[in-house]
């Protein structure tokens, strides 16, 4: 079976600062993929970032990132110049196949 | 470009009463589609996911059902809500190609109350 851990409940970062959400895995397939999610509070969820695991170098999308560490099953979310519209639950996924198996979130607010 | 539309956006139902809540994806052929439940400040809980017209997986026994009866078309039922059943629903489509984790992409969510 396949599980996704964030350890971190809740956070929050000033304005303009940077934050990282943290994220750990386990799976016994050797091919899969990763996925950060945004859930504002209009419910809405929202592809932030996706890291295919035979890859070593990490993804960016704009001020969002990772940090993809595949032995140790760790892919963490780096969000540089935060702004107010950050704030979210930001949920961790699993790939494998047709199904995706997600964390319990992060709410992140940005405080300004 | 691709789209998923859900309807409602918001229902209220008494205990008892059946339930049908409708998504359709637009854009694309074939896709794999997705039902998920969501209680407030939680995961996303998967219930039924559909590779084809007709064919539904079930992930969890319940007092739901999910029909496909057209390619882009998925629909999640019930003949008699549960207090239990109150949530928050969320549609999802994938492009099927990916063996090893196809993105999902979902839809705006139904908040369904069961009173």
């Known amino acids: 079976a396949q599980t996704v851990t964030q350890s971190q409940p809740e956070m929050s970062v000033q304005e303009a600062e940077t934050v990282t959400l943290s994220c750990t895995y386990d799976?016994?397939?050797?091919?899969?993929?990763l996925f950060w999610y945004k859930q504002p509070p209009s419910r809405q969820m929202i592809l932030v970032i996706r890291?295919?695991?035979?890859?070593?170098q990490n993804a960016t999308e704009n001020r969002f990132s990772v940090n993809f560490q595949k032995a140790a099953k760790s892919f963490s979310l780096k969000i540089s110049d935060s702004q107010l519209g950050d704030t979210a639950m930001y949920f961790c996924?699993?790939?494998?196949?047709?199904?995706?198996?997600f964390g319990e979130g992060t709410q992140l607010t940005v405080n300004p | 470009s691709q789209t998923i539309h859900q309807w409602p956006a918001t229902l209220v139902q008494p205990v008892g009463s059946p339930l049908s809540l409708e998504c359709t994806v637009e854009?694309?052929?074939?896709?794999?589609l997705y039902w998920y439940r969501q209680a407030a400040g939680r995961g996303l809980q998967l219930l039924f996911y559909?590779?084809?017209?007709?064919?539904i997986s079930s992930e969890v026994p319940q007092n739901l059902s999910a029909s496909r009866p057209q390619d882009r078309q998925f629909i999640l039922s019930s003949k008699k809500l549960l207090l239990s059943d109150s949530g928050f629903y969320l549609c999802?489509?994938?492009?099927?190609?990916?063996?090893?984790?196809?993105?999902?992409?979902f839809g705006p969510g139904t908040r369904l109350t069961v009173l």
């Open positions: 999802a489509w994938a492009s099927g190609t990916s063996i090893w984790g196809d993105t999902q992409y």
């Open positions: 799976t016994s397939e050797s091919n899969y993929y």
């Open positions: 890291q295919e695991a035979y890859k070593q």
């Open positions: 996924a699993l790939g494998s196949g047709s199904r995706l198996t």
């Open positions: 854009g694309t052929s074939n896709p794999n």
């Open positions: 559909s590779v084809g017209i007709g064919q």
